[in-house]
Nanobody, 126 residues
Framework: QVQLVESGGRLVQPGDSLRLSCAAT????????VGWFRQAPGKEREFVAG?????????FWADSFEGRFVPFRVNDRNTAYLEMHNVKLEDTAVYYC??????????????????WGQGTQVTVST
């Protein structure tokens, strides 16, 4: 079992970059797949990107985010990250990390993940 805490969300301007963190407690975090989701006001929670345990092939994305958003992890720190580049107004949302015990998978649906953080707010505004 793992517990997840996101941080790093803040107010940024279009074109900026920022890094979100997902700190995990509990054993065997390195064996979990970590997914990043976001939920904008009035919209469904959507999958953004994830990082599993497959080494250099570990990252996976929803189609519209590859190239701008970069998921990675530092297992020694029990932390996963989402780097966001060239942010846009429509990136404003609460961002959540989630963990799936199937470390080698590429889950893209909410129901695939058993553990969730509380979310961190990212606001993109001029």
């Amino acid at each position: 079992q793992v517990q997840l805490v996101e941080s790093g969300g803040r107010l940024v301007q279009p074109g900026d970059s920022l890094r979100l963190s997902c700190a995990a407690t509990g054993r065997s975090f390195s064996t979990y797949t970590v997914g990043w989701f976001r939920q904008a006001p009035g919209k469904e929670r959507e999958f953004v990107a994830g990082i599993n345990t497959r080494g250099k092939l570990a990252g996976f994305w929803a189609d519209s985010f590859e190239g701008r958003f970069v998921p990675f992890r530092v297992n020694d720190r029990n932390t996963a990250y989402l780097e966001m580049h060239n942010v846009k107004l429509e990136d404003t949302a609460v961002y959540y990390c989630a963990a799936d015990a199937r470390g080698g998978s590429q889950p893209r649906h909410r129901g695939d993940y058993g553990y969730w953080g509380q979310g961190t707010q990212v606001t993109v505004s001029t």
